[in-house]
């Protein structure tokens, strides 16, 4: 069963604070790892998709990495409208799998002024 | 990025009773799905919705609770049947397969449903 785990569950931040959020997953063949933004009351706005280890992507102030167990999104000198739930999911391999998504808790992001 | 819409965007139900959601994507997309978030947690996949067949449910979750259809390749429906207050809850819908991007998912703006 593919599991997808978060960490911190909450980090709070002062604008300019540089920090990095954690992804941790078990799947049986990774097809790809997304990065999604949501705000209270919205849907999840998609950031990346990540495919094999070592890929980076950036935008704007994230830059999102992954290794073969973990995936970490790197918040640089983040301002108050970053405040959010990022969230993690994996998207399995094999032909069955396609398109479904397992997701993590979320880390809600608080950035102050 | 493509646009997904979702009707309504939140109801207040009764126990017991049922709701339909619609969700209208707006250029054709490879595979519809139904994911569903509990409050103060992640998503769950509820179902992929097949265009012109009956929908492939996840585990925990069946068709005489979540109904689905899906007529053509832009437009899907889910009802919450004979609801109880534990349905409470945000239904999403997503897309994959738009725009040329064959690994992207894109998501509505979801359904905040209570039920009392």
């Known amino acids: 069963e593919d599991q997808v785990t978060q960490s911190p569950e909450a980090l709070r931040l002062q604008e300019g604070e540089s920090s990095s959020l954690n992804c941790s997953y078990t799947v049986s063949g990774l097809r790809g790892l997304f990065w999604y933004r949501q705000d209270p009351g919205k849907g999840p706005e998609f950031l990346f998709t990540l495919y094999s280890a070592g890929e980076e992507k950036e935008k704007e102030r994230l830059k999102a990495t992954l290794t073969k167990k973990e995936s970490f999104l790197h918040i640089t000198a983040p301002k108050p409208e970053d405040s959010a739930t990022y969230l993690c999911a994996v998207h399995r391999a094999g032909g069955t799998s396609y398109g479904k998504l397992t997701f993590g808790q979320g880390t809600i992001l608080t950035v102050h002024p | 990025s493509a646009v997904i819409s979702q009707k309504p965007s939140r109801d207040i139900c009764q126990r017991g009773t049922s709701l339909t959601i619609q969700c209208q994507v707006d250029?054709?997309?490879?595979?519809m799905f139904w994911y569903r978030q509990q409050p103060g947690q992640s998503l769950t996949l509820i179902a992929t919705?097949?265009?012109?067949?009956?929908?492939?449910?996840e585990s925990g979750f069946v068709i005489d609770k979540f109904p689905i259809s899906r007529p053509n390749l832009t437009f899907s429906t889910l009802t919450v049947s004979n609801m109880s207050p534990e349905d409470s809850s945000i239904y999403l819908c997503?897309?994959?397969?738009?725009?040329?991007?064959?690994?992207?998912?894109?998501f509505g703006p979801g359904t905040r449903l209570t039920v009392l």
């Open positions: 919705a097949n265009q012109g067949s009956e929908a492939t449910y």
């Open positions: 997503s897309g994959i397969g738009l725009a040329g991007r064959t690994d992207t998912q894109y």
């Open positions: 250029s054709q997309v490879t595979m």
